[in-house]
């Protein structure tokens, strides 16, 4: 622009806004059927609803970006960081200005202030970088492709490779190179090609849709119309069905309607209406098909669809094909919403539900709003569309041996999960309510301590004006480090540090330690509370933690704390249904690391634990060179650091920070630890080996974690892949056993018509809310399945207690 040019960024990155000029223009490509754009001053400010262009930068900054690890403020989307920015211009001044803001929003912009203004900087695209403009080397040329195929090859661009010259071009033929691995070995690293895996990036150039599709999508909306469809459907031996409802919480939604396909590019969709006895009078109708056990079930998400069912007192039976499940187990570490499966697999792109209820937020309407015209060919296609990832899923599946996984055990497991979650669990909000009264007033008295020992008064939740308490007024550390904004850090881990200086540094990590237990916790499990049931009923997600772990949210259960006694208090709360239940909770022993002697056959470990002998206590003795008996509290608690450290890939300098000794010291444990436990040592070089030569790693049951970046030339990506090579085998083995365990239990409590109900599955445990009559058979159920789950050579071993609430079962 300086040189008299007009300038065009041809690119859909919303972070180059910020440049548009009179002379700038960004040129945003045509991709999945949207016409090309070009935005200049006038489209941007419409765009962002600004007055100026570099607002784009303050925007940015709050609204924050994952993509890019700009952090943004908590709480601020790209709606309200528009909203502030019209209300007070620019990041500066709505920290300036927090005083006027409310609640949440406050309490976020106060807190993450230095992260806002780090953010900012962050999102500034920087313009001062002295780069020459050699206006002849900008003419375009025809390139060298004899220099270019090897530096391909070398950079492994498989795409751009074969685009060039041709679908010949490999990078296997790439040299290999000599490289540390993760534990500071020299390796040679092959670079194999594993562009054959499945990648987010795999999208298709001319994506098709409803208006360039052909298609059949027929609206069954009379009696005669419904039996003709039902017919139909029971002479299929797989349906793929979906449901439309008036909201994304399945037990509190309303059925708006449901719709079916049995083969690509057909649909049909069944209205149901807002009178719920016309509804239910129509859902029997179709009971014959939704609960025929012959019948294969197929759906994206089905687990949704049955839960919703289920308050209709519709079970749905037989087989189930979850394409969200199937996508997550072909690779686990990418997105498997449908519109993205669709796109990616299928170069469909589904109509999106944003044209037919609007986008999030309070304006929002629900699927009951839309005419039943408009909503014909929506419902349709999701029922067509997923049938067709389905069939292009299930051959998938057998090429990476993942059928066995999906019908063993995910497709299973949402029969369990549909049952936790419609049964929920009950908590006391009187308890809750009480208990944070108790923390407010502790946190009174924390915040007063503060200001006494500190000799004025400020505002606690400002990391700014903590900072200069803290490191100008009582000069606590000369060395104190600063954040780029001049600000200094306090975060936890620099307080932590700072705690054996002065007393004041406790009370204030017991402050904000109190302060996230009162509203991450018991102020808010209350509002979580199901006004239908009384009951709080968390939602399980099988496709989001890539090691093939449970996940859960709306409470995430995993969050309850358990490592304070503040925080176990929480769990007292969770409570039986009545006083003729109990609640048992059943955890599994240790389990990583009988898992990790399992799978690397560590005699010495194995020993350990065949003769009963605390393995913490057992590694120390080894480490250490002495008797079990001779070993102390100090000892015991470091060799339980390498032993969790381990499966992490703990360095030396990892474990003397974890435990506050030298380096050398740390070093010299985890020599002692792999000289004593040469089977581990074996078992991570064979893994990582493994892994190089095949781009994966996997359990005990065959479950893959792909690693495209173990054989990278970055250090620092390749480490990150090794760490998870070691890890994801234990982690995703011990996963499948809960896994297994769960489906197990439920058969048998089916089986035998028990009353009890399991509620919670939290990593390695299991809670249940027992009848007191069936209290023992219960314990041997869940003893003999959770023990047996899978045929280890190690003993698998669990705690189980009981009690009127989750901490005294625990």
């Known amino acids: ?13 919303k972070d180059f806004a910020q440049l548009v000029s009179e002379n700038i223009f960004i040129y945003k490509p045509a991709r999945m059927g949207n016409e090309m754009e ?51 211009g620019s990041v500066e001044n709505i920290i300036a200005n927090s005083h006027e803001l409310k609640g949440k929003q406050k309490e976020n912009v106060e807190n993450f202030a230095a992260q806002g203004m780090i953010s900012k900087k962050l999102a500034t695209i920087i313009l001062n970088v002295p780069v020459p403009f050699e206006e002849d080397k900008l003419i375009l040329e025809e390139p060298s492709k004899e220099l270019l195929e090897p530096l391909f090859a070398e950079l492994e661009f498989r795409t ?149 069912l289920k308050w209709y007192d519709i079970q749905v039976k037989g087989k189930l094909f979850d394409t969200m499940l199937a996508h997550y187990l072909i690779d686990p570490d990418t997105r498997h919403n449908m519109d993205v499966l669709s796109e990616n697999y299928l170069g469909y792109t589904p109509i999106s539900i944003t044209t037919l209820i609007g986008a999030k937020g309070k304006n929002q309407g629900t699927m009951r709003d839309v005419p039943v015209e408009n909503v014909v060919d929506y419902a349709a296609e999701d ?12 051959p998938m599946l057998a090429e990476r041996n993942a059928t066995n996984l999906a019908e ?14 419609k049964e929920g669990v009950r908590i006391d909000i009187e308890t809750l309510n009480n208990y944070s009264t108790e923390l407010q007033i502790e946190i009174t008295k924390a915040e007063q301590s503060v200001y006494d020992k500190a000799g004025l008064k400020f505002n606690l939740a400002s990391p700014k004006q903590l900072g200069e308490v803290l490191f100008d007024h009582l000069k606590l550390d000369p060395k104190a480090k600063k954040t780029k904004t001049g600000q200094y850090q306090t975060g936890e881990d620099v307080l932590t540090l700072l705690a054996s200086k002065s007393d004041i540094v406790q009370d204030i990590l017991d402050f904000r330690q109190l302060q ?20 709080v009923h968390t939602s399980f997600n099988q496709a989001v933690a890539a090691t093939g772990r449970l996940s859960s949210n709306n409470p995430n259960l995993q969050n309850i704390p358990i490592r304070t006694e503040r925080g176990r208090e929480v769990r007292k709360a969770f409570i039986a249904r009545d006083e003729n239940h109990v609640l048992l909770s059943a955890d599994y022993s240790q389990i990583e690391l009988r898992i990790i002697a399992e799978i690397s056959k560590e005699e010495n470990m194995l020993d350990a634990f065949n003769k009963g002998i605390d393995i913490h206590t057992a590694t120390a003795a080894k ?3 002495i008797t079990i008996e001779e070993v102390d509290s100090t000892q015991r608690r470091n060799a339980k650091a390498v032993n969790f450290g381990i499966i992490y890939g703990q360095s030396a300098f990892g474990l003397s920070q974890n435990l506050n000794i030298p380096r050398k010291e740390a ?50 990506v390749r480490g990150y892949a090794e760490r998870n090579a070691i890890n994801a085998p234990i982690q995703g083995s011990a996963a499948d056993l809960i896994k297994i365990a769960m489906i197990n239990i439920h058969k048998d409590m089916v089986a035998q018509n028990l009353g009890s109900k399991m509620t919670m599955q939290v990593h390695d445990e299991l809670v249940f809310d027992v009848l007191k009559t069936e209290v023992d058979v219960m314990k041997e159920i869940i003893t003999h399945r959770m023990k047996t789950a899978i045929k280890t050579q190690v003993p698998i071993e669990i705690e189980i207690g009981q009690g009127d609430n989750w901490l005294a079962a625990h």
């Open 1 to 13: 622009e300086r040189q008299g040019f007009q300038v065009y960024c041809m690119t859909p990155d």
């Open 38 to 88: 070009i935005l200049g001053v006038k489209e941007i400010l419409a765009k962002w609803e600004i007055e100026r262009v570099e607002q784009v930068i303050d925007i940015l900054g709050l609204w924050g970006d994952a993509v890019d690890n700009i952090p943004g403020i908590p709480g601020i989307g790209e709606k309200t960081a528009k909203l502030l920015i019209k209300q007070y």
């Open 160 to 308: 751009i490779g074969k685009r060039v010259f041709g679908d010949d071009f490999s990078v296997n033929d790439a040299k290999g190179i000599n490289q540390q691995d993760l534990f500071g070995n020299s390796v040679e690293v092959k670079r194999k090609d594993f562009s054959d895996q499945p990648s987010l990036f795999d999208t298709p150039i001319d994506a098709k849709n409803i208006n360039n599709t052909a298609h059949e999508y027929f609206l069954v909306d009379t009696l005669e119309k419904r039996s003709d469809l039902i017919a139909l459907l029971l002479q299929q031996p797989s349906i793929s069905f979906d449901t439309e409802t008036t909201g994304t919480d399945a037990n509190l939604a309303e059925l708006v309607g449901l719709s079916f396909a049995i083969k690509p590019f057909e649909g049909y969709y069944i209205p149901l209406p807002a009178d719920e006895i016309i509804t239910r009078s129509i859902l029997e109708e179709f009971r014959i098909v939704l609960e025929n056990e012959n019948i294969v079930k197929i759906g994206q998400n089905i687990k949704y669809d049955m839960l919703v």
């Open 383 to 394: 029922a067509d569309v997923t049938l067709q990832l389905a069939n292009v899923f299930e």
């Open 408 to 421: 063993e055990i995910e497709n299973p497991l949402i029969y369990v999960l549909a049952d936790i979650e």
């Open 516 to 535: 996230k237990l009162k509203s991450t916790y018991v102020d808010a499990l209350p509002l979580l509370v199901n006004p239908k049931t009384g009951r």
């Open 623 to 625: 480490v250490y060179g």
């Open 667 to 716: 070093a010299e444990i985890i020599e002692q630890y792999f000289i004593q436990y040469p089977g581990i040592k074996t078992y991570m070089a064979d893994t990582m080996n493994f892994a190089r030569e095949n781009g994966y790693v996997q359990t005990i049951m065959g479950r893959r974690r792909y690693l495209r970046d173990i054989n990278s030339a970055n250090m620092t």
